[in-house]
């Protein structure tokens, strides 16, 4: 399958295939963390009949982050889940790129929104410096997961802007029904012909 990556400058593209490889790098490992903590937690509690210490903190934080990195994947790749019927019921091209771009400038104002909001959620937590908020047990700073939430929700706005973005330069007969559901993609798999 094809990038939609290419129909970026190549600075630009450079800069998206960077930030999606660190981010399937660390989607990776956090599936494996997860796997290996739930392991031992299970052969330290039935094998030594011990707890592993704390370990839902530090598990937390990774979760958070594995979480927000790959929705930010998600939105890149738009696969992310929806109930969307009304691609398969238009076949005018001219319509269905006036429903996917809609579709797709209403999710980045949504995640505009969320972005500002991180960014206040930001202020507020490095703002209650020295008094942070930590765990209990490991007093991991809370500003950790939350630094998540707003690195999550801002890869989900640029990545939705640039979709839009290439949206809005693609030709008309990308839209057709025949191409594929997903715009972006189907033409970049043309040019990749």
Not at 11 to 34: D, E, K, N, P
Not at 113 to 138: C, F, K, S
Not at 143 to 156: D, E, H, Q
Request: aromatic content about 14%; charged content about 20%.
């Amino acid at each position: 399958m094809a990038d939609p990556a290419d129909h970026l400058s190549p600075g630009l593209a450079r800069l998206v295939r960077g930030l999606l490889r660190l981010q399937t790098i660390y989607v990776c490992l956090g599936c494996l963390i997860m796997a290996l903590t739930f392991f031992f937690v299970v052969l330290f509690r039935y094998g030594f009949e011990a707890d592993l210490f704390a370990y839902e903190e530090w598990l937390l934080i990774v979760c958070f982050w594995l979480y927000f990195l790959a929705a930010g994947l998600g939105t890149w790749e738009d696969k992310h889940v929806n109930a969307d019927l009304l691609n398969f019921a238009l076949s005018d091209p001219r319509k269905r790129r006036i429903r996917a771009v809609t579709i797709t400038a209403i999710e980045l104002v949504v995640l505009l929104a969320l972005v500002y909001w991180a960014v206040l959620m930001m202020i507020e937590e490095v703002g209650d410096y020295p008094r942070w908020q930590t765990t209990i047990a490991l007093r991991i700073p809370f500003l950790v997961p939350r630094a998540a939430i707003f690195a999550g929700f801002s890869l989900m706005a640029f990545y939705s802007a640039l979709r839009l973005w290439i949206m809005l330069r693609l030709p008309l007969q990308a839209f057709s029904p025949e191409v594929g559901d997903d715009p972006v993609q189907a033409q970049a798999e043309e040019a990749a012909r």
